[in-house]
């Protein structure tokens, strides 16, 4: 599965973002979707996941409470908006499915493709 992610840029500190996850030619309404984010010098992390039928939603504790994520079924999209934006929450952002229907918390380990991400940058 190829994931397109997009609508990272450069925003200060305290501002917002909206990504958005797409995988054209792909159904992903069937499926728990995960972001994740890498940081420079950094390993990458499970930021959030939310479940195919997106009942369930986990998010790390560093952005609970600041990130919301939902899918639009109908337009085969899942979302990552991003308020009140840190410096620290710079990074490469990434979607990805293990082609589960449910979350394992905000980890994902059996991940055979990711894309090219989305750079954002909060700057202070």
């Known amino acids: 599965v190829q994931f397109e992610e997009s609508g990272g840029g450069l925003v200060q500190a305290g501002g917002s973002l909206r990504l958005s996850c797409a995988a054209p030619?792909?159904?992903?309404?069937?499926?728990?979707i995960g972001w994740f984010r890498q940081a420079p010098g950094k390993e990458r992390e499970g930021v959030s996941c939310?479940?195919?039928?997106?009942?369930?939603?986990y998010y790390s504790d560093s952005v609970k409470g600041r990130f919301t994520t939902s899918r639009d079924d109908a337009k085969h999209t899942v979302y990552l908006q991003m308020n009140s934006l840190k410096p620290e929450d710079t990074a490469v952002y990434y979607c990805?499915?293990?082609?589960?229907?449910?979350?394992?918390?905000?980890?994902?380990?059996?991940?055979?493709?990711w894309g090219q991400g989305t750079q954002v940058t909060v700057s202070s």
């Open positions: 990805a499915t293990e082609t589960l229907s449910n979350c394992r918390g905000v980890s994902m380990t059996m991940v055979d493709d």
């Open positions: 939310i479940s195919a039928s997106g009942g369930a939603i």
């Open positions: 030619g792909f159904t992903l309404n069937y499926y728990a």
